[in-house]
């Protein structure tokens, strides 16, 4: 029998949290406060299952363009969210990472980031990884200038450049060999990429579900993840019992 897929890296684009909330009659950002909530119960399933890096799509850098209560609610759920959870992420060792232009958010929201990565620097378990102000199109296109820069001043030449340099200048470089995501979940049965780290998709195995965020809950994780290890990963080459 073929072996099991390892899954080191899960990437998860938060969706349905709107949707959700409309179903109850709720405001919108009704649906942002439980799918914090979420955030918590997912991160501990996803550390039992083994999982070593789990990056989260949480505001994307078109997310600006939302209605202004709404941009200043999402902008204070990392505030509410390391309030609340930092003694659970502790006793857990997870490690806190945020990737986005974290140089826009607002004052408070900021240092809040900056504090809970520094908290958990030294933990040594599970990477979490929000997403926050991110865009995937501008951190290419700023590898790509940093790139050029070193062609200008002559350190390299064109001919040089290579996916492993361009896959060092991105946001997930920090991660060494966990940096591209084995398995990109999608919630709210809306099946696109939207902006979230596509250069780092390009071997990922893609799975989608119906559910919306707040409902998306630790046995459908551990149904996906069951479904991706029995997947035949190929990376472009041929089946090993064809060759
Ligand atoms: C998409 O649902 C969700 C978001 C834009 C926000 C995601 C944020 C969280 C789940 C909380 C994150 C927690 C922290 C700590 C930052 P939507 O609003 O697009 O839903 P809709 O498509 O149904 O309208």
Known sequence: MAEKNQLNHLAIIMDGNGRWARKQGKPRVAGHHEGMNNVERITLAADKL?????SLYAFSTENWARPKEEVAYLMNLPV????KFMPTLMANNVKVNIMGYLDQLPPKTYKVVQRAMAETA??????LNFAFNYGSRSEITSAVKELGGMIESGAISSEQIDEEMISQRLMTAKFGAFRDPDLLIRTSGEQRISNF???QLAYSEL?????NWPDFNEEDLQEFVSEFQNRNRRFGKVDESDS
């Open 197 to 199: 780290l596509l250069w």
């Open 80 to 83: 509410r969210f390391f309030d």
């Open 207 to 211: 799975a989608f579900s119906p559910k």
């Open 122 to 127: 030294d933990n040594t378990g599970l990477i």
């Open 50 to 54: 083994g999982i070593k890096v789990l």
